[in-house]
């Protein structure tokens, strides 16, 4: 089975830095994924991690450290169209997300 | 690129009505395509795993004589809620991914289903 934990959620102030923790526990490893999704959406895909270390795209970065089991997804210069649910997911024999973290951008 | 399509994206029916949902992928072949339902602040659940020409994988605990799935090309899946009732009322997500397991998912814009 398949257990990801992140934080429920987070807010932070307009143009700051917000760091998203996710720790997971598998059977098998393929790869973890972050989506964002805006409330009544559809996510969307932000990054895909497979090997340790860091993968950066813009304004968002993504870490992985396979033999910790952990994960975070940061987000530079935050804007208000920023505020969303990030979702973590592990693809083990499956993909399994965790519950979403709320991020809230205050201006 | 990667653009998957969903139709329709809302609709309300009656108990007792069965509810049809198209996902299509547009601008490319989709080997593996996967239905996900979410409740109100939720995560999403896996459905079912459809590949395409075979029969869909169900996961635990999913009817597969209430939601039928068909993976009838490369482009679409459909799913079909049967005598949907009230508690069947969420939000369908279909994803699409080129390849086996490991490859990217993308999604759908989703379907919101309310059956009053």
């Known amino acids: 089975g398949q257990n990801i934990d992140q934080p429920t959620e987070m807010t932070a102030t307009e143009g700051a830095i917000v760091q998203i923790n996710c720790t997971y526990q598998?059977?098998?490893?393929?790869?973890l994924f972050w989506y964002q999704q805006h409330a009544g959406e559809a996510p969307t895909f932000l990054s895909y991690n497979v090997l340790d270390g860091l993968e950066e795209k813009g304004r968002f970065s993504s870490f992985l450290s396979r033999s910790k089991g952990y994960s975070y997804l940061l987000l530079k210069e935050l804007q208000m169209k920023d505020s969303a649910s990030y979702l973590c997911a592990v693809r083990g024999e499956k993909l399994s997300f965790g519950a979403g973290t709320t991020v809230t951008v205050r201006a | 690129g990667a653009v998957v399509s969903q139709h329709p994206s809302r609709v309300i029916c009656k108990s007792g009505t069965s509810v049809k949902i198209e996902c299509r992928s547009l601008d490319f072949q989709a080997t593996t395509m996967f239905w996900y339902r979410q409740f109100p602040k939720q995560s999403l659940m896996l459905m079912a795993t459809?590949?395409?020409?075979?029969?869909?994988?169900?996961e635990q605990g999913v009817e597969k004589d209430k939601f039928l799935i068909n993976h009838a090309s490369l482009t679409l899946s459909t799913l079909t809620v049967a005598s949907a009732h009230p508690e069947d009322s969420s939000f369908y997500i279909c994803s699409a991914s080129s390849g086996p397991g490991t490859d990217t998912q993308y999604f759908g814009p989703g379907t919101r289903l309310t059956v009053l």
């Open positions: 459809s590949n395409e020409g075979s029969k869909a994988t169900y």
């Open positions: 598998t059977s098998g490893f393929n790869g």
